[in-house]
């Protein structure tokens, strides 16, 4: 198995909810699977699923749906459950945002996925967020 690839939330939920960007997600599927899916990550990408239900962006059928090939996804190993090392992570946040907060305006959440992907040892990070992918950058991160 090539080593996992640690993709934000925004982009797995284009994965699993049709919008702009679904298209091009499913299109490099194939480069980006398997993915790291952390606990951080399950939560975060449950919640922003829900919350397109309370935009309007999909019915509750279409969250039933895509919260059940989020379960498939798990269990084919498409994402590939891991635990969090969370001192190592929060040690690596803090590094981070004292390095690159006040220069790039980087947000908490986001430094905080750039840091868990360092503590996993990441083959690639991948976003959308073009601050966070420079800030990945910054890291010493493949993006």
């Avoid at 194939?30 to 449950?46: C, G, M, Q, Y």
């Avoid at 498409?78 to 946040?93: C, E, I, M, R």
């Avoid at 868990?116 to 073009?130: I, Q, Y």
Wanted: proline share 5%; aromatic share 6%; hydrophobic share 45%.
């Amino acid at each position: 198995m090539p080593a996992p690839v640690y993709a934000d939330t925004s982009l797995l939920v284009s994965l699993y909810v049709q919008d702009a960007n679904s298209a091009r997600v499913v299109a490099d599927a194939p480069k980006l699977f398997p993915v790291f899916f952390t606990p951080l990550i399950e939560h975060e990408l449950r919640n922003a699923i829900r919350l397109c239900v309370f935009r309007r962006q999909i019915t509750t059928a279409q969250r039933e749906k895509a919260l059940h090939d989020l379960e498939n996804d798990k269990a084919a190993g498409v994402l590939h459950v891991t635990p969090l090392d969370w001192p190592k992570a929060l040690k690596q946040a803090e590094a981070l945002g004292r390095r690159h907060t006040e220069s790039l305006g980087a947000r908490g959440m986001d430094i905080l996925h750039v840091a868990s992907a360092l503590a996993l040892k990441a083959g690639r990070f991948v976003t959308f967020d073009h601050r966070q992918r420079e800030l990945a950058q910054l890291a010493g991160l493949d993006t």
